[in-house]
């Protein structure tokens, strides 16, 4: 199953979608892997909004320390109600956004929090389900390799003879 599926498949399954008014999961180059916006128009505005945002906040961060990993790095631009909320997370080497758009949140350190569970979540989710895909299921035995073997032939078969 490819990438775009997997993650769509854990956000509807879990409700994960239902968490703000505008979810969405972007590659780095801007790409949409999943949003919960019901338009494709604004969806895209979101996966290159957000990726020119991490890229350039990123940019500034090389001016402050170029030691640390992006992973340790968490973007918000909010006021205590609405706000934006960008978390990086690898899926199958595969840098990406896990991008929040709220408003109204009586509580944004909750949904900030949530977040970086369900980054976790995700992460471990493909994961799994990467490692499970890549091992191909093994055949069903329908019946016997050698039927009415004799025991001579057996004798043959695994006899160590010093000849």
């Not at 945002?53 to 640390?68: F, G, R």
């Not at 758009?101 to 970086?116: G, H, V």
């Not at 471990?124 to 055949?139: A, K, L």
Request: charged share 20%; aromatic share 10%; glycine share 4%.
């Amino acid at each position: 199953m490819n990438l775009s599926k997997l993650v769509k498949e854990f956000f509807v399954e879990n409700e994960f979608n239902m968490i703000s008014e505008r979810v969405a999961l972007v590659r780095s180059d801007g790409t949409v892997l999943y949003a919960n916006s019901l338009s494709s128009m604004e969806s895209s505005n979101i996966g290159a909004l957000a990726s020119g945002i991490w890229q350039a906040a990123q940019s500034l961060t090389a001016l402050v320390n170029q030691d640390t990993s992006d992973k340790h790095y968490r973007l918000a631009f909010d006021t205590s109600s609405e706000g934006i909320y960008l978390i990086p997370t690898e899926l199958n080497s595969v840098t990406c956004y896990l991008c929040c758009i709220f408003k109204d949140q009586i509580n944004p350190a909750k949904l900030k929090q949530n977040m970086r569970n369900i980054a976790f979540l995700l992460e471990t989710y493909i994961r799994d389900e990467s490692v499970n895909s890549s091992f191909p299921s093994q055949p069903k035995n329908t019946g016997f390799l050698f039927e009415n073997i004799t025991d001579q032939e057996m004798d043959q078969l695994f006899g160590f003879t010093g000849n």
